[in-house]
């Protein structure tokens, strides 16, 4: 009997198997992943939410592999073919793969070759020469000669035998998990441009010739290669290398012929039935097994790099979503625009959009001093402290307008970035933002949305689908369910670390709140617009449907500032006041005066108010939480400062040294903004000094950084970058190179040096 579930990712997770049942318990109950992981750390022993994503995810796998092991035992059972060896198999089997390559004799298929001839008798055939290697096939064959069966003579019958092995070789579970491994283990994944598809496919230009072991193919160049071969411009094959060097040569059996024959007690010494078999053997591997087999194993690459790329994403977005926040500061938003102009909009500190406008400063109208003139009669009129710039089209020029208005006018203390505006216009164009502004040109919902995004990129990003945020490679190539999955856990996640104020946060972001949906917050808005403000978290009962149980799961992660009770204000979890209030009790204090007293709280001894109930986690949690409530885990706000003069790529050289913003971080380096519409990558072997495995261990999206051009390709539009300053910088006149073919490695890759070998990955650019 196999592993029970709970006992299996207790093993992999290295913990209790108790932790993982009561997590398991949790989970069924319904409580979410971030109530757990804060506020049930007693029953779990503390299990971190990384720990539970990864338990839940295995858990919903495990489950899915018990209901498929449920339907195929019925399914044998059914057809009075289930042996004890069988079902010893079948239970023992621990994942899809292994039942399914059990299951594939007895999975109802469509009538096959084999079927046929088993159907003329042919079975006794079949069987006889695979046991007794001294019969002579076309002898033995004219015994079943049957032209009333379909078995003309000896070619037909030996015919029919043989694709009676052929199905039986390539349904033997156990072969057929060897032959996969080795294939996954030494096969050779090769991609060819299809001819004269040269020019229309050039994107694809580093896999016109490549080779790579089939098993470290990296999750961007496996999905660049599919999406090529998908699209029509690559032939992709896989190949074993002992083939390939035989270039098509009549030679002795590959290793995966011998693995077959093996298993049957199949060789080549010159007995009467040798010959027959070992062609059967090779038939069956080359026209059905690997053909078999290389579907199964590029599916297989599919995933693992479907997987990864989702990995990556979703940290991606984990890192935007938790950048700094501005604060509630007036802030002007400007969306660049050329000939369509410059779209304004003023939000106060609340977000709340109070003015817009659209100028025209650039080509064609270049109305300069007048746009110049409107921001900052806007910001004196509204106080405006920000000014928010959307890194699009445009966007330099009008960096260089917002930083005219600050020299011009200084007594305005001004201070502008540029932000990232992806997914402004999905929001802009949404029911969401209809619904908001419906009175609001949707140029102007995407000014709000760039200008809300500096105050708090969490609360405004929650709007937006995560896949429109564009912080992924190849976003679009992957499964999209599993992705959006993936991306909503991190959403979920970032915006309960974080909490929300329940008196101002827009039913987007409530939605995301542990034990709530898109329903329950719009009644909270709705009850909130009716009733005004909450005055505390007990209140929140009142909201229709809004049930004990909901109001459990959500509580610890909605705030309400300035109420009648400053707990609210924390992420201590009503259900533990009762332990806050005899703390204060013991001390004679009152809970306001406690609050923010370092040095009292941490006189304490927290297992002095431990009980039944609650554990030494979380009152370790509490005390914490009473010295810094509400402390927000995002950094301090910081902005970078693009250099004057270099707006567009003809303006970068060799050499020089730039600060920018992280936009992306792929497996491969990370991309940077550096000003001129088009991102740089400081590929992984130029992100420090020291060797990088994993590129997110030294960057993450938001981060500010100092980089050096190295080289340029204003064909192809792409910049390599470096963060190793000391790096020597490419002549000025050079341009980056294309990838050679790469050539199988035993060993691990050596990072690539600076220069023209690490423009290679620039190939590799975000697929979305």
Not at 12 to 18: A, M, R, T, Y
Not at 165 to 182: C, N, P, T, V, Y
Not at 478 to 505: F, M, W
Not at 639 to 654: C, I, N
């Amino acid at each position: 009997m196999i592993t029970s579930i709970t006992q299996r990712i207790a093993q992999e997770l290295s913990v209790h198997p108790n932790q993982v049942q009561a997590a398991v318990d949790l989970l069924d109950e319904g409580a979410t992943v971030p109530f757990i992981s804060r506020y049930r750390k007693e029953a779990t022993g503390s299990l971190d939410d990384t720990q539970m994503r990864n338990l839940e995810e295995r858990l919903r796998y495990l489950r899915e592999l018990e209901d498929r092991r449920s339907a195929i035992l019925k399914s044998v059972t059914d057809q009075g073919k289930l042996t004890p060896e069988l079902e010893k198999d079948l239970l023992g089997a621990d994942s899809k793969v292994r039942l399914e390559d059990l299951y594939l004799p007895y999975k109802p298929k469509r009538r096959t070759k084999a079927m046929i001839a088993r159907e003329a008798g042919l079975e006794p055939l079949a069987e006889a020469l695979l046991v007794n290697f001294m019969l002579v096939p076309e002898e033995a064959a004219l015994a079943y000669v049957d032209a009333g069966k379909g078995v003309a003579d000896v070619k037909a019958a030996l015919e029919g035998a043989r694709h009676i092995l052929m199905e039986k070789f390539s349904e033997d579970a156990e072969l057929i998990g060897r032959l996969r491994e080795h294939l996954w283990d030494n096969a050779i994944l090769k991609s060819a441009v299809v001819e004269g598809k040269e020019t229309e496919g050039a994107k694809f230009r580093d896999y016109f010739d490549s080779r790579e072991p089939l098993k470290r193919v990296p999750s961007h160049r496996a999905l660049a290669q599919l999406r090529g071969s998908n699209e029509g411009f690559l032939f992709r094959t896989l190949v074993l290398e002992e083939d390939e060097q035989a270039q098509g040569r009549t030679g002795p059996p590959n290793r995966c012929e011998q693995m077959i024959a093996r298993r049957f007690n199949i060789a080549d010494q010159g007995r009467p039935a040798d010959k027959w078999l070992n062609e059967t053997v090779r038939w069956s591997w080359r026209v059905k097994i690997f053909l078999h087999l290389d579907l199964e194993l590029i599916n297989r690459l599919r995933e693992t790099a479907e997987t990864e790329a989702i990995h990556v994403f979703a940290r991606n977005l984990h890192d935007l979503l938790l950048a700094a926040p501005a604060g509630p500061r007036t802030t002007i938003g400007l969306d660049p625009g050329l000939r369509s102009g410059v779209k304004i909009a003023v939000v106060d500190t609340t977000g709340k959009l109070v003015d817009f406008a659209t100028i025209y400063p650039h080509e064609p109208k270049r109305e300069w001093d007048k746009s110049v003139a409107v921001i900052a009669a806007l910001a004196t009129k509204h106080h405006a402290e920000l000014i928010s710039i959307g890194n699009g089209t445009a966007s330099r020029e009008t960096d260089k307008l917002a930083t005219e208005v600050i020299k011009r006018f200084p007594e305005l203390k001004l201070q502008k970035l540029v932000v990232s505006e992806a997914g402004a216009s999905v929001y802009s164009a949404s029911e969401l933002a209809a619904r908001e502004f419906p009175d609001v040109d949707v140029t102007i919902r995407g000014a709000v949305s760039i200008a809300r995004r500096l105050q708090d990129p969490l609360a405004e990003l929650v709007k937006i689908d995560p896949k429109a945020i564009g912080v992924g490679q190849y976003q679009h190539d992957v499964n999209q369910y599993e992705l959006a999955r993936g991306l909503d856990a991190v959403v979920e996640d970032c915006v309960n670390k974080v909490g929300v104020d329940v008196n101002t946060a827009s039913a987007p972001l409530l939605a995301r709140i542990s034990g709530l949906n898109a329903t329950l917050a719009g009644n909270i808005v709705s009850y909130r617009d009716e009733h005004g403000a909450f005055l505390n978290r007990t209140a929140l009962k009142k909201v229709p449907r809004l049930g004990d149980k909901t109001f459990e799961q959500a509580a610890g992660f909605l705030r309400i500032m300035n109420g009648n009770n400053p707990l609210d204000a924390s992420a201590v979890h009503p259900e533990a006041y009762p332990l806050v209030e005899s703390i204060v009790a013991r001390l004679n204090v009152s809970i306001k005066s406690l609050i923010g007293d370092s040095t009292t709280l941490r006189r304490l001894t927290p297992t002095e108010f431990t009980n039944d109930k609650f554990g030494l986690p979380t009152v370790k949690d509490i005390l914490a939480e009473l010295e810094k409530p509400g402390r927000d885990p995002r950094p301090e706000f910081r902005t970078a400062a693009f250099r004057d003069g270099v707006e567009e790529l003809k303006d970068l050289q060799p050499g020089m040294i730039l600060e920018g913003v992280v936009t992306n971080v792929a497996n491969f380096g990370a991309f940077v903004d550096i000003g001129v519409h088009q991102d740089g990558l400081v590929h992984i072997s130029a992100l420090a000094e020291k060797f990088v495995k994993d590129p997110h261990t030294i960057v993450k999206a938001g981060d500010v950084v100092r980089v050096k051009v190295v080289e340029i390709d204003p064909v192809r539009r792409r910049i390599a970058l470096t963060m190793r300053l000391s790096d020597e910088a490419a002549p000025a006149a050079s341009t980056i190179r294309s990838e050679p073919a790469r050539k199988p490695q035993a060993k691990r890759e050596s990072p690539p040096q600076v220069g023209g070998a690490m423009a290679a990955a620039l190939a590799k650019l975000r697929g979305g």
